[in-house]
């Protein structure tokens, strides 16, 4: 029946009901779904520019190439303090303010303050801050800048530092694809067996013998590592005891060497080489400093690093392995032989610490030739999140550890241990990032992540027409 504007009357509507009322039994249309909260967005972001996690953020992020950024414009401070090179630097500062109050408990001053604490508290806060101020201002004087020396304890800090960080890119390779390189000591010795007999038994021409010298030291460190490589790929061997194996299968190798005619020094009853020759050593960077041309080829080979790993396809297909073997076959990338070259690549890597060591440092080969840089660059690389360039400042900041602990020890009496404790509480609080975290108050999206239940129910809600 017509009305009198000559509309025709709703026949669904139940008679006496008032337009806008609610009508039991009909369909109540879908509310729209939430907006999606920052966290997802961001979330989101990050999978579609990382492909999943298989490779590295790129330096433009996705929403900037939208031409979205209003919502990240907020969090770039956040992004910082949650980013894992923050975190590296937190790790640092909490082990060097523990490893001082560990030198102050021994310190006879600290001591005797504290038995009158109570009485006056300032002197015992005074000799406290003394005893570790003094340590880590001796540490400084010894590793960077000293009154008297200027800045030759900078420059002895890059030559310690300088087949650290070589071995230490090795390792970080091989994180990168997937692989715990534990044998870089190995192949430091394999590698500085190789280069010191290329350099005291051949006589060459000052530049192709300086080469030749690299080249052997290359090779001897490849091979060592791709060892390793191909019983993991062929076999399934761990590589975690295969490097280990190799590593004292080196150290004794070396020991057996030094103890026949042709590597030991004639008229000598000690395990040493000869001095290798003068065109076989690296050339000095700055006269009167033990700096070497080694260092300029540790920033070439960081760089040639970087770009292998970021730009380069073997270097993506060591990474895709990393995150994800059974993907990265599904690709196409053959697994096996990229664990293989991987493992020669940080063996090489390493190959040029033990060149560093022979023809830049010692000139000769000895039984403690490659010291404890094996088992430091994996600290190293820890510390650098097994990036090139973190490598790289981890392995200065370590460097600079062992360069000023010597002086750190005539200047305060401080034993040198303490450095090692340092290095072991880095280690410790690397491997930690949470509790780190939670020391600083730096997870906020924990508290943001509460209200999400309500968010989901009123989703569930929406999806069902509000049944119950």
Partial sequence: MATEDGKIPDSSAPEGTAPGDSVPGATVPAKAAPAESPQDVQAADVALDTAGGLHEPSLVPVSSQSGDVGHKQGNVLQQIMMGSGFVSILAVVVALVLGG????????????????????????????????TSSYVALFQGAVFNPRQGFLPLLETMTVATPLICAALGVALAFRAGLFNIGAQGQVIISATAAAYAGFAWHLPSVVHLIVVIVMGIVGGAIWGAIAG???????????????????????????????PAFRRPG??????????????????????????????????????????????????????????????????????????????????????????VAGTEKVLTGGIAAQIGFDSITVALLGRSTPWGTFFAGLLFGAFRAGAVQMQIQTGTPIDIVLVVQSLIVLFIAAPPLIRSIFGLNPGRKKNKPARPARRSAVATATGGAK
Avoid: C
């Fill in 101 to 132: 109050l560990l030198i102050a408990s021994t310190d006879s001053d600290v001591a005797r303050t504290a038995g009158y604490f109570f009485g006056r508290p300032s002197d015992f806060l005074g000799a406290l801050w003394s005893a570790m």
């Fill in 230 to 260: 191909v019983l993991k790929a062929r076999t399934g061997a761990h590589e975690v005891i295969v490097t280990i194996m190799l590593n004292y299968i080196a150290l004794f190798f070396l020991d057996f060497l030094l103890n026949t």
């Fill in 268 to 357: 000598e009853n000690t395990p040493i080489s000869p001095r290798i020759d003068e065109s076989a050593a690296y050339p000095p960077l700055i006269p009167g400093s033990r700096l070497h041309f080694g260092f300029i080829v540790v920033v070439l080979l960081t760089i040639a690093v970087w770009w292998l790993l970021n730009r380069s396809t073997i270097g993506f297909e060591f990474r895709a392995v990393g995150a994800n073997p059974a993907a990265a076959r599904t690709a196409g990338v053959k697994v096996p032989l990229a664990m293989i070259l991987a493992m020669a690549f940080a063996g090489a890597l390493a190959g040029f610490g033990g060149v560093a060591q």
